[in-house]
């Protein structure tokens, strides 16, 4: 997604509060549940910082895509 864009705020607040214990913690459980589907959600910031996550997760093969929702509200 090279032209993607997201409020820095946001982003920073992914990145520095819990990039990496989601997706260290997301990659060992689906390594152990490979064919669950995961489920984003949130809501006013919480919406904006899943979205986010999930994008992370995704493109950085934490998980599949195609195991991926997203429900966000606010």
């Given amino acids: ?3 993607g864009k997201v409020f820095g705020y946001f ?10 214990i989601m997706n260290k913690e997301l990659g060992e459980i689906m390594a152990q ?5 995961v489920i984003y ?4 910031m919480g919406a904006a910082v899943s979205s986010v996550a ?8 934490t998980i599949n895509g195609e195991r991926t929702q997203v429900y966000n509200f606010g």
Avoid: E, Q, R
Wanted: proline share 7%; hydrophobic share 25%; net charge negative.
């Fill in 11 to 20: 982003y920073h607040h992914y990145i520095n509060d819990f990039k990496h």
């Fill in 54 to 61: 999930c994008l992370d997760a995704v493109l950085s093969g």
């Fill in 33 to 37: 549940y490979p064919n669950y589907t």
């Fill in 1 to 3: 997604m090279p032209n």
């Fill in 41 to 44: 959600t949130g809501h006013s």
